[in-house]
Nanobody, 125 residues
C-alpha cells in the first residue's frame, strides 16, 4: 500500500514557475514508476511526466518538454515536478501516481495503482 500527498500548488502569473512535490509513504520498490498527471476543468486527466525508480528514466508529454522537469529522491521517497515558463493552459489539478508494475507506456492512466488527492495549479494570463 502506498499513500501519496501532493503539495506546492498555487497561483502564478504566466511565465512564472512553481515546484510541486509528492511525498510517498509505504514501500517504494525499485521496480515502480511514479508519474504526474493533470486535469483541467471539463477535460480528461492527462499524462504530464514520469520517472522510473530504478534507473531514473524520465518521460514527458510534448506540451511540457523543455519547461517541466521531474525529479525523484529515493532517500526521501519524493517526486518533484519543477514547472517553468508556465502558461494559462497549464492550469489544472495536478496528481501524483504510482505504477507498481510498469509494463505499459508511461502515459497509460489505467496502469497507475495509487493516486494522491491532487493540488491546484492556476496560471493567470
Amino acid at each position: 500500500q502506498v499513500q501519496l500527498v501532493e503539495s506546492g500548488g498555487g497561483l502564478v502569473q504566466s511565465g512564472g514557475s512553481l515546484s510541486l512535490s509528492c511525498a510517498a509513504s509505504g514501500t517504494i520498490y525499485s521496480s515502480y514508476r511514479m508519474g504526474w498527471f493533470r486535469q483541467a476543468p471539463g477535460k480528461a486527466r492527462e499524462f504530464v511526466a514520469s520517472v522510473t525508480w530504478r534507473n531514473n528514466k524520465k518521460d514527458y508529454t510534448d506540451s511540457v518538454k523543455g519547461r517541466f522537469t521531474i525529479y525523484r529522491d529515493a532517500a526521501t521517497n519524493t517526486v518533484d515536478l519543477q514547472m517553468n515558463n508556465l502558461k494559462p493552459e497549464d492550469t489544472a489539478v495536478y496528481y501524483c501516481a504510482v505504477d507498481v508494475s510498469p509494463d505499459s507506456s508511461p502515459g497509460t492512466i489505467g496502469a497507475y495503482d495509487y493516486w494522491g488527492p491532487g493540488t491546484q495549479v492556476t496560471v493567470s494570463s
